[in-house]
């Protein structure tokens, strides 16, 4: 099982979100994620702080998946990057193991 965490502006949150149902869809995969809003930081683009001086803010979504999964998620950053050339959107892979 891997574990991917996507950073995103939240200017691109909803596209991000269609792609990854469609992608479930066509690979007759469950969409599950985790979405954790109003995130603060930095990291390729300018600060997403909620204040006057960088009002915008990002979103998280957490998202434990197999393989066919994660290589869609991958396509989906590579075209976000494209349509959104100088928006924030990152995403990080591990290896993610349920505790029983």
């Keep these: 099982m891997k574990r991917i965490e996507v950073f995103l502006t939240q200017a691109i949150e909803e596209d991000f979100i269609d792609y990854f149902e469609k992608a479930c869809k066509e ?3 469950k969409c599950k994620f985790t979405k954790i809003e109003n995130i603060m930081g930095q990291g390729n683009t300018s600060p997403k702080m909620g204040d006057p001086v960088w009002p915008q803010l990002n979103v998280m979504i957490i998202i434990y998946c197999n ?15 494209k349509q959104y050339v100088g ?4 995403a990080f892979v591990c290896n993610g193991e349920e505790l029983k």
């Design 87 to 90: 928006e924030g959107a990152a």
């Design 27 to 29: 690979e007759n995969e």
């Design 67 to 81: 393989e066919k999964i994660e290589k869609r998620v991958a396509g989906i950053m590579d075209v976000l990057h």
